[in-house]
């Protein structure tokens, strides 16, 4: 069974820096892609960045993100990470880790929240 557990996430002043972490199981996680993508309230959710499954490829990151969050992944721990640094109140959204392929599958989420 597919299972994908984010973490990492909480309230965090602007220009801050958060790192989250999903750790996955059920399936061979290095032959996939991995994803990270964030819905805010009132908002469809986008992808925000995506890695290679042999993490040498991280050739797309949403333009708000740019500079900012670095996506990477540790294909002995099955887990895929997404450091966000300089954060700001616009960031602010569940953030979900989702793994490719024909059947993609999601994780539960974990709340970001930028705020003074």
């Known amino acids: 069974q597919v299972q994908l557990v984010e973490s990492g996430g909480g309230l965090v002043q602007p220009g801050g820096s958060l790192r989250l972490s999903c750790a996955a199981s059920g399936f061979t996680f290095s032959s996939y892609v991995m994803k990270w993508y964030r819905q805010a309230p009132g908002k469809e959710r986008e992808l925000v960045t995506e890695i290679s499954s042999a993490g040498s490829l991280t050739n797309y990151y949403v333009d708000s993100v740019k500079g900012r969050f670095t996506i990477s992944r540790d294909n002995a721990k099955n887990t895929v990470y997404l450091q966000m640094n300089n954060l700001k109140p616009e960031d602010t959204a569940v953030y979900y880790c989702?793994?490719?392929?024909?059947?993609?599958?999601w994780g539960q989420g974990t709340q970001v929240t930028v705020s003074l």
């Open positions: 989702y793994r490719g392929g024909l059947f993609g599958s």
